[in-house]
């Protein structure tokens, strides 16, 4: 699924083109609720692009959204759970 224009017709390529959880939950049609509570559905499992100091709505560049509606659900968890395992 290769996905380059938004359904405004703006064109999702663009690199100064930010996207907010909320419409990446809606391309990749999974709930915005549990995209919140579960991070390893989020882009690059909930670390924003956006430099994420805590202030505003996380946000990643249209490319790194492209990559993701890529990923399976599965393959998101598989990946959070290998970083866990990394990490302890």
Do not use: H, V
């Amino acid at each position: 699924m290769k996905i380059t224009e938004l359904p405004n017709g703006k064109n999702l390529l663009n690199g100064s083109r930010w996207i907010g959880l909320k419409q990446a939950c809606d391309m990749k049609n999974l709930s915005y609720k549990t995209c919140c509570n579960k991070t390893y559905f989020q882009p690059l499992n909930g670390q924003a692009e956006n430099g994420g100091n805590g202030f505003g709505p996380k946000e990643w560049r249209a490319e790194t959204i492209l990559e993701w509606l890529e990923i399976t659900n599965q393959e998101m968890y598989e990946n959070w759970k290998a970083q866990l395992l990394k990490s302890a």
